[in-house]
């Protein structure tokens, strides 16, 4: 299952109410499984990004449909990566001959 990398930071309502955090965290992770996807890793961040989720979907309709569903709620803003594992990266790699 592709992987993704959700690099978010709060908006000025999300840190108003970041006590609120917790239950929007376990929210969307309901949403994602919900989706058919999972968190695999969530961390809060200092420096550039207030938090760092790593999560799995079916697809890229599915990871889009769920950023933005977060997105719409005006907590957090997002960016966000898909990721390659290794072993698609060494394959990646050796098909440039």
């Not at 929210?27 to 989706?35: C, I, Q, S, T, V």
């Not at 058919?36 to 200092?46: C, K, P, Q």
């Not at 950023?67 to 966000?80: A, K, S």
């Not at 394959?91 to 440039?96: D, G, N």
């Amino acid at each position: 299952m592709p992987t993704y990398v959700m690099l978010a930071n709060w908006t000025d309502q999300g840190a108003r109410n970041v006590k609120e955090s917790p239950r929007r965290l376990d929210a969307a992770k309901a949403a994602l499984r919900d989706m058919d996807g999972e968190f695999t890793a969530f961390f809060m961040t200092m420096g550039d990004h207030d938090i760092v989720a790593v999560y799995t979907a079916p697809d890229d309709a599915v990871a889009a449909r769920f950023t933005l569903q977060v997105g719409m709620l005006g907590n957090i803003r997002t960016r966000t990566l898909k990721a390659f594992p290794e072993a698609a990266y060494r394959e990646i790699i050796a098909s440039l001959g």
